[in-house]
């Protein structure tokens, strides 16, 4: 499945980029360039960073669904249990 982004995400990210070069860099990048390399870094960076979220997401649903366990939870046939605890044992 492929990352793609918005279009104005994609322009955020563009100028962003743009700004990093020109305070960080000794150099500044241009639009079409600052471009290429959000293409690259979501090409190739991107599933990892994609794959990681589905794993962590997948880990709190687990962890969420074992609590439903828990909390909605019911034990069966528990009529007579609550007369076998107050009936006395007979000699």
Same mark, same amino acid.
């Given at each position: 499945?492929? !990352?793609?982004? &918005?279009?104005?995400? $994609?322009?955020? /990210?563009?100028?962003?980029?743009?700004?990093?070069? %020109?305070?960080?860099?000794?150099?500044?990048?241009?639009?079409?360039a600052?471009?290429?390399?959000?293409?690259?870094?979501?090409?190739? !960076?991107?599933? &990892?960073?994609?794959? $990681?979220?589905? /794993?962590?997401?997948?880990?709190?649903?687990?962890? %969420?669904?074992a609590?439903?366990?828990?909390e909605?939870?019911?034990?069966?046939?528990?009529?007579?249990?609550k007369?076998?605890?107050?009936?006395?044992?007979?000699?």
């Amino acid at each position: 499945m492929p !990352i793609e982004l &918005s279009k104005e995400d $994609r322009a955020q /990210a563009i100028a962003s980029i743009e700004r990093y070069f %020109r305070e960080n860099m000794d150099e500044r990048i241009g639009n079409i360039a600052a471009g290429a390399l959000l293409g690259f870094f979501v090409e190739e !960076i991107g599933p &990892s960073i994609y794959n $990681r979220v589905v /794993a962590d997401v997948q880990e709190r649903l687990q962890a %969420r669904l074992a609590e439903l366990n828990y909390e909605v939870h019911e034990d069966e046939f528990g009529y007579w249990r609550k007369f076998d605890k107050q009936r006395k044992p007979r000699p």
